[in-house]
């Protein structure tokens, strides 16, 4: 997905950029970005691959010899960027965290004529931040330009924006990412991430409405473009790409994810199909909450099967290898054997994709002496690949679990019915549930349902997107 964080001072914000910056690692691995400005030294910019050494190690050269008052950091899981941009409308960096799906329409729509050309990635794909910036400079202002390249767009963008004496912000259109203003004595910044700026010794200031577009500067925060009330955040921000200290619309990752386990557990003992087991366990690391939840409704005590061995071994997503993806998931879970050998045990996943890992990590439970294992997701099953972020996002559908699956039970007449599928209480089901166990090896299987997960989350549901699920705006 991405992320990104500037800072504008009355001191130099290098520092403060580095690590705000370096607080968004959690939501992608491919490439991380600095551009800040100083009067002297001008614009001075760095960009790195981050995909086997983390953020931090990569500019830790690049932030000696920078210094600045104001500039602007991204974590980027696509394109590289910020890019640097000469136009009419000044000199400026961009950078931006979101999907835009139309980009070779757009191209053909406004660029395709001898006048305009775009540096090609090795895909022969354009940077979709450059084509952000080109649609952004056909405007007499960068408002209007902002507003134009929102409108034309499908999927979202949310745009972050280095002038040489300001920065502007721009959240999307539909606010399915949040961002926040934070301020201290000296100057403001601008976060996906509350806890980024909490860190650096900012507070809370304003958090931007959908659509809305602020200007910040040392001295103050100046709304250019006000926000609609279309709001349709993320839901996966609270359940699986949120850092656990962060707050979005006022609601903290970590208190949801608690009491979407509890909710989970509390409907299932309703409902007479809440096992006994010995220990619940989280998939580490985001399904941990969820499972301590699950455990202190249901009475039964948490434990750690297994532990994460995370010093050394890249995030196990990080590889665009789908085998290399597994083999580094298994090779970090270490097991705690006395907690494995002959107990039944209950595993709450933040959500289960593609459901490859989970078998890797089933067979390895059994094969150190398991004698049960159900699992538990803590949100629906997921039935359609996101055309918003870049979450879920795949070559195919096909490459989902709940659709696979689907497709063996009824074949693409299934495909009529995600609904009921996606249902746990309907025969389509409890159908899908009883072939994923039998596919994966669970002694029993659940989804947490849509319901339960709005429950948990406490926003009025029209304000969350949910497509992932339900295929619904």
Same mark, same amino acid.
């Given at each position: 997905m991405? $992320?990104?964080? $500037?800072? +504008?001072?009355?001191?130099? +914000?290098?520092?403060?950029?580095?690590?705000g910056a370096d607080y968004h690692s959690h939501l992608g691995t491919r490439r991380g970005g600095m551009t800040v400005y100083d009067k002297e030294k001008g614009f001075q910019r760095a960009i790195h691959s981050i995909e086997n050494t983390p953020f931090r190690t990569k500019f830790e050269k690049d932030i000696e010899e920078m210094s600045a008052h104001i500039g602007i950091g991204c974590i980027s899981d696509s394109d590289p960027q910020p890019l640097l941009v000469r136009s009419h409308l000044g000199l400026y960096a961009i950078a931006m965290v979101g999907l835009v799906r139309n980009a070779e329409q757009l191209v053909e729509k406004y660029f395709s004529d001898h006048g305009h050309q775009f540096m090609a990635m090795s895909s022969g794909k354009v940077n979709e931040v450059e084509l952000v910036a080109a649609l952004i400079n056909q405007?007499? !202002?960068? +408002?209007? $330009?902002i507003l134009h390249a929102q409108e034309e767009i499908e999927g979202s963008i949310t745009i972050l924006l280095l002038k040489s004496d300001s920065i502007i912000v721009a959240r999307d259109k539909r606010g399915r990412l949040p +961002?926040?203003?934070?301020?201290? =004595?000296?100057?403001?910044?601008v976060s996906l991430e509350s806890f980024a700026y909490h860190k650096l010794g900012y507070e809370d200031s304003y958090e931007l409405g959908p659509g809305e577009i602020v200007e910040i500067t040392a001295e103050k925060a100046t709304q250019l473009?006000?926000?609609?009330?279309?709001?349709?955040?993320?839901?996966?921000?609270?359940?699986?790409y949120g850092y656990p200290n !962060?707050?979005? /619309?006022g609601i903290n990752v970590e208190l949801m994810r608690c009491r979407n386990g509890e909710i989970m557990a509390r409907d299932e003992k309703e409902k007479g199909i809440c096992p006994e087991v010995d220990y619940v366990a989280g998939i580490p690391d985001s399904g941990v909450p969820h499972a301590i939840g699950y455990a202190n409704q249901s009475k039964m005590p948490y434990a750690r099967p297994l532990i994460k061995y995370t010093p050394t071994w890249p995030r196990s997503f990080m590889s665009s290898n789908q085998a290399v993806r597994n083999k580094v998931a298994k090779m970090k879970q270490i097991p705690v054997h006395e907690l494995i050998e002959g107990k039944k045990l209950l595993f709450v996943d933040d959500s289960i994709v593609r459901g490859t890992q989970l078998r890797e990590t089933v067979e390895f439970l059994y094969e150190n002496g398991a004698k049960e294992v159900h699992m538990r997701s803590a949100c629906p099953p997921i039935m359609?690949?996101?055309?918003y972020l870049n979450f879920s996002s795949s070559k195919s559908e096909m490459e989902l679990l709940s659709r696979q699956t689907v497709?063996?039970?009824?074949? =693409? =007449?299934?495909?009529?019915?995600?609904? /009921?599928?996606?249902?746990?209480?309907? /025969?389509?089901?409890?159908?899908?549930?009883?072939? &994923?166990?039998?596919? *994966?090896?669970?002694?029993?299987? %659940?989804? %947490?349902?849509?319901? $339960? *997960?709005? =429950?948990? &989350?406490?926003?009025d549901r029209s304000k969350v997107c949910t497509y992932c699920w339900t295929g619904k705006e």
């Open positions: 991405g $992320g990104f964080f $500037g800072a +504008v001072s009355k001191r130099d +914000v290098v520092m403060d950029i580095f690590f405007k007499d !202002s960068l +408002v209007e $330009g +961002v926040l203003i934070g301020k201290n =004595e000296e100057g403001h910044c473009h006000a926000p609609s009330e279309d709001l349709k955040i993320c839901a996966f921000l609270w359940s699986y !962060s707050n979005y /619309e359609y690949g996101c055309k497709k063996k039970i009824e074949g =693409e =007449e299934g495909f009529k019915h995600l609904d /009921e599928y996606a249902d746990n209480t309907t /025969e389509r089901g409890k159908c899908m549930l009883k072939t &994923i166990c039998e596919e *994966l090896g669970f002694d029993s299987l %659940q989804f %947490q349902s849509l319901d $339960g *997960l709005l =429950e948990a &989350i406490g926003l």
